[in-house]
C-alpha cells in the first residue's frame, strides 16, 4: 500500500513558478513509476508528466507535449518525494494537479497504468 500527499499548489500569475511535491509512505519507492495529472474543470484528468525506473539508477521522463520545456519532473529516492518543477504557467493550466504511483507497465501515460491517487493540490494561474 502506498499513501501519496501533494503540496505546494497555490495561486499565481502568469509567467511566474511553482513546484509542486509528492510525499509518498510505503516500500519500494525507487521502483515505481511516479507520475502527475492535472484536471481542470469540466475536463477529463489528463497525463502531464511521469518518471519510470528503467533499472539500476536509470530513470526515464515522459511529458505532454503541452507542456515540454516548461516543466520538470523529479524524485528524490532517499526521501521517497517526487516533484513537479512549473515554470513560465499559463491561465491553461490551471487545475487540480494530482500524483500518482503504479507498478512499472509498458504504458505510463493512462489512469488505469496507476495504482494509487494523492488528493490533490490547486494550481491557479491568472492572466
Known amino acids: 500500500q502506498v499513501a501519496l500527499v501533494e503540496s505546494g499548489g497555490g495561486l499565481v500569475q502568469a509567467g511566474d513558478s511553482l513546484r509542486l511535491s509528492c510525499a509518498a509512505s510505503?516500500?519500494?519507492?525507487?521502483?515505481?513509476?511516479m507520475a502527475w495529472f492535472r484536471q481542470a474543470p469540466g475536463r477529463e484528468r489528463e497525463f502531464v508528466a511521469a518518471i519510470r525506473w528503467n533499472g539500476g539508477s536509470v530513470y526515464y521522463t515522459y511529458y505532454v507535449d503541452s507542456v515540454k520545456g516548461r516543466f520538470t519532473i523529479s524524485r528524490d529516492n532517499a526521501k521517497n518525494t517526487v516533484y513537479l518543477q512549473m515554470n513560465s504557467l499559463k491561465p491553461e493550466d490551471t487545475a487540480v494537479y494530482y500524483c500518482?504511483?503504479?507498478?512499472?507497465?509498458?504504458?505510463?501515460?493512462?489512469?488505469?497504468?496507476?495504482?494509487?491517487w494523492g488528493q490533490g493540490t490547486q494550481v491557479t494561474v491568472s492572466s
Open positions: 510505503g516500500r519500494s519507492f525507487s521502483r515505481y513509476t
Open positions: 500518482a504511483a503504479g507498478q512499472y507497465r509498458d504504458s505510463f501515460d493512462s489512469r488505469t497504468d496507476y495504482d494509487y
